[in-house]
Structures are given as structure tokens and as C-alpha cells.
């Protein structure tokens, strides 16, 4: 079964650290480009960080610095790596990939991340 897990949100402070954490099972994940989206309350699911198969990595402009996102073939897992936290990180951060052959697209469940002092 085609399935991300996410985990390791939760309640972090301002300037805070939290590392989130995306399983997969299903799919060949070692060939797959692995992408982090979050969805702020009423706004847009929108894209964060990315890593291709072989590790290259694409940060959104605004967080280069604060995320930094890697995987671990050997795992099956990619990871959200997040520092200096700002209320404005607040969201649900969902791990994504499109399958190879059929393009499909994928979505974890989502983990809820809070900045709050």
C-alpha cells in the first residue's frame, strides 16, 4: 500500500526547533523526489522544501537558512528539519511525492505544527 506518514510535529516556541519526519511504504522512494507542503489556517496548502532522489535540495526563498530537508534512503524517510521558528510557521506540514510510472500523487496525512509563546 502506497502510504507517507509524518510525524514529529507539536508546540515549539519562537525561535524554537522541531524536525518533522515522513515514512514511506509503497513505492519506490529511492527514486522518488520527496516534497514538504503546509497549509496555515484559511490559507492555501502551499509548497516548502524539496529533495530529489539523488539529494539535491530546493528551499522556498523565504525559509533558506531556517528548514533544511534531507532523507535516509535506507529508511524510507525524508525529513523537515526547522529552526528559528516564527508564529507564521504555524501549520499543518504534509509530506507529498508524485509515483513514478502513473504520476499519481501522494499525500501524507499531515502533522500540526504550533509556534507559540
Known amino acids: 500500500q502506497v502510504q507517507l506518514v509524518e510525524s514529529g510535529g507539536g508546540l515549539a516556541r519562537p525561535g524554537g526547533s522541531l524536525t518533522l519526519s515522513c515514512v514511506a511504504a509503497?513505492?519506490?522512494?529511492?527514486?522518488?523526489?520527496m516534497n514538504w507542503y503546509r497549509q496555515a489556517p484559511g490559507k492555501e496548502r502551499v509548497w516548502v522544501a524539496s529533495i530529489t532522489d539523488i539529494g539535491n535540495t530546493i528551499t522556498y526563498v523565504d525559509r533558506v537558512g531556517r528548514f533544511e530537508v534531507s532523507r535516509d534512503n535506507a529508511k524510507n524517510t525524508v525529513y523537515l528539519e526547522m529552526n528559528d521558528l516564527k508564529p507564521d510557521d504555524t501549520a499543518v506540514y504534509y509530506c507529498?511525492?508524485?509515483?513514478?510510472?502513473?504520476?499519481?500523487?501522494?499525500w501524507g496525512q499531515g502533522t500540526q505544527v504550533t509556534v507559540s509563546s
Open positions: 509503497g513505492f519506490a522512494f529511492s527514486r522518488a523526489r
Open positions: 507529498h511525492t508524485r509515483l513514478e510510472i502513473t504520476n499519481e500523487e501522494v
